[in-house]
């Protein structure tokens, strides 16, 4: 069993996000649907969100179908829907503000949301890029982009919006072709996956504040494919879509020192998707079956095992970017 290879992703992304993983047939939903609420407040494009979602932290979670279901955190019952989007992957938030960003992929470009929000307020241009990933700086509100091809299908890079700027600035590294997911640490720098120009080695990179390039990052476990990556606040989380474990990593200088593994005993698909790290739960999309992340669990973190909380999402096609984005108190 294998992931789609980046490069195909890159390819794919033309004209759809990660349509196919590894063989084999699509498996039926196994848990009940989550339940819809009415929609309250309404926009042209279908999307809706509850009247009191904008006081509770809610769940963002992508789906290639175009669509961005929210639930609410904790408790996961649908509180809204984000829709007019090409092909939605990477989510991320701004954990000091609430705000949300959504990667299009195909769409060259990551919207910007109030918390609760059900129009964008802002729009990130990707000029020659086809975006995944995401994250931001809660100090500095600079927001990072992940690039897994430039258009047409040359290598990526890592974009960086500072507060105001209508373009980014970019960063590369030679031995990258594909960047993937990405996180800031505690110091503002930025920590990303990807791939070599031939999607068969790994790739873990460190853009330095400051720094005018990424710099290769070597970690003592191997990772057999990327996957997502977020800072704890300890530690770097790095997640291996081929094993479907989560490795956590203190980061010093170009070198990463395993400092734990995390196992999560239910997820066996074999698809790109995110995490999300929320104090001691993690959330994360995933799939009992091959091609199939229609599921939405939360477990303890870093205790991993069986999640502690699990939904079906209705008619999810397949789940990709994953954050919690938290209410002003």
């Keep these: 069993m294998r992931a789609m290879s980046l490069k195909g992703v890159a390819r794919l992304a ?51 179908h175009g669509k961005v279901w929210v639930f609410s955190y904790p408790g996961e019952r649908q509180v809204g829907v984000l829709q007019g989007f090409k092909s ?3 989510v991320c938030s701004d954990a000091s503000t609430g705000d949300v960003y959504v990667v299009d992929t195909t769409g060259l470009a990551v919207l910007k949301y109030k918390h609760g929000g059900t129009k964008p307020i802002k729009t990130l241009t990707m000029f020659g890029y ?7 700086d809660p100090a500095s509100h600079d927001v990072a982009v992940t690039n897994i091809s430039s258009n047409p299908s040359g290598p990526g890079s890592l ?19 594909a960047y993937v997911f990405c996180s800031f640490d ?15 080695h790994t790739l873990f990179g460190k853009w330095r504040r400051g720094s005018t390039t990424v710099t290769t990052v070597t970690l003592d476990k191997r990772i057999g494919y990327p996957g997502g990556v977020q800072w704890d606040g300890t530690y770097m ?27 999560f005993k239910v997820d066996r698909s074999s698809l790109l998707h995110a995490f999300w790290v929320q104090g001691q739960t ?28 699990s939904i079906g999402v209705a008619h999810a096609a397949e789940l990709v970017g994953i954050t919690v984005s938290l209410a002003k108190k």
């Design 130 to 136: 086809f975006p995944f990933g995401c994250a931001v």
């Design 159 to 177: 974009s960086i919006f500072r507060p105001g700027a209508f373009f980014p600035s970019d960063y590369t590294n030679p031995a990258f072709n």
């Design 282 to 309: 993690i959330v994360m999309p995933y799939g009992t079956a091959a091609r199939l992340v229609r599921m939405v669990g939360r477990w303890p973190y870093p205790a991993g095992g069986a999640p502690s909380r």
């Design 186 to 200: 505690g110091q503002g720098n930025v920590l990303v996956d990807g791939a070599d120009s031939g999607s068969y």
């Design 14 to 64: 033309a004209v759809a996000l990660l349509a196919a993983g590894c063989a084999g047939p699509m498996a039926p939903v196994q848990a009940p649907q989550a339940p819809v609420r009415p929609a309250s407040r309404f926009d042209p494009t279908g999307s809706w969100m509850a009247p009191a979602a904008s006081t509770q932290d809610l769940i963002y979670v992508s789906d290639t």
């Design 237 to 263: 989380a790095v997640q291996d879509t081929m094993s479907r474990k989560l490795f956590r990593f203190k980061i010093a200088g170009s070198r990463g020192r395993s400092a734990g593994t995390v196992d």
């Design 88 to 90: 939605p992957a990477g």
